[in-house]
């Protein structure tokens, strides 16, 4: 199951936004599912959002997959960056530079097309509330309470998230975490590494 974040893609924003608000209509989501055991998987800000989740250690989660994870502590963005980012939304010159300020390995025209309209979809409360905020919020403090196993994958060439920041700012603050780096990869591991990716979490789930 995919959940589109609110805001994101073809889900309407909501009115006042925080890391912990969005973390539970993500979980009240899974939750209506009954599912008997499930894991997460996050990308990006999703990670964050995973572990938020994650936090309650709700029935049935078994295993938590953060791809290039936005960390529990700020995360590092210089500052000219997020700028640019708030500024441009909507544009797409913008997001095409993006998408390849971020990226280390080529992608498909599909999937660049992809990213782009998703870029574009970006409702502009969200947009702002990521950049402004919710990158900025702490949850160092409630992810040690993370009880189930954790897989983080990272690119080696990840601009936007790199191994060094996981290396300090993620596997640290999370217990039963194993890490692996994917070699020439940058930021979005699930479509430039897409085949690493899946394997590494078919792995872990077995």
């Not at 608000?21 to 998987?41: F, K, P, Q, W």
């Not at 953060?66 to 997020?82: D, I, N, T």
Request: glycine share 6%; with cysteine; hydrophobic share 40%.
């Amino acid at each position: 199951m995919r959940l589109d974040v609110p805001g994101f893609g073809r889900s309407p924003p909501l009115s006042t936004y925080s890391v912990r608000e969005v973390a539970g209509m993500i979980s009240s989501a899974v939750a209506a599912l009954r599912l008997e055991r499930y894991m997460i998987v996050g990308h990006s800000m999703g990670g964050k959002l995973a572990m938020a989740c994650a936090v309650a250690q709700p029935p049935g989660l078994a295993g938590l997959v953060l791809v290039a994870p936005s960390p529990p502590s700020p995360e590092p963005m210089a500052e000219q960056e997020r700028s640019r980012l708030l500024a441009s939304h909507g544009d797409r010159t913008s997001a095409e530079q993006t998408l390849r300020s971020i990226t280390r390995r080529p992608l498909q025209p599909e999937d660049v097309a992809t990213c782009i309209a998703d870029n574009l979809l970006t409702s502009p409360e969200a947009w702002r509330w990521w950049l402004e905020s919710g990158s900025r919020e702490d949850i160092t403090d409630r992810v040690g309470r993370i009880a189930c196993p954790v897989l983080i994958l990272v690119g080696s060439q990840d601009p936007v998230i790199p191994p060094r920041v996981i290396a300090t700012d993620v596997a640290p603050k999370l217990d039963n975490a194993k890490c692996l780096e994917i070699s020439g990869s940058g930021h979005l591991l699930p479509l430039e590494a897409a085949q690493e990716v899946s394997r590494a979490i078919s792995d872990f789930v077995s």
